[in-house]
């Protein structure tokens, strides 16, 4: 390896579903949301096709995925059709690398949601 890794590669919370068939255990999976956690604003529409840097496991209800758009990160949620709740939604906050990485880690942590 010839730098530093910087990517949130890292299991927070083991989940039950490991135990199951249907998840590789590959992709982090987020923790559960704690009482104190940050509430992300979710919108339907993001920059623009961007490049997935980081993603969780799809073996859940919800899945999220890190994406950069041109220097740009936003987080994209990905659910499985339910009432009242998009398949598809983007954070509205645009950040940069380092603020998308700490906000990238809060999700996974269970701090945001």
Do not use: K
């Amino acid at each position: 390896m010839d730098g530093p890794v910087t990517a949130s590669a890292v299991v927070l919370a083991l989940p039950d579903a490991l135990a199951e068939e249907d998840c590789p255990g590959i992709s982090p999976h987020p923790a559960a949301p704690r009482p104190e956690r940050t509430a992300l604003r979710w919108i339907g529409q993001g920059l623009a096709p961007g490049r997935v840097v980081a993603y969780t496991c799809s073996c859940r209800m919800t899945a999220y995925e890190l994406v950069a758009c041109g220097g740009v990160y936003q987080i994209r949620r990905r659910t499985l059709p339910r009432r009242g709740v998009p398949p598809v939604s983007w954070t509205v906050q645009r950040w940069r690398r380092g603020e998308a990485l700490e906000w990238w880690r809060r999700l996974l942590a269970g701090q945001a949601q």
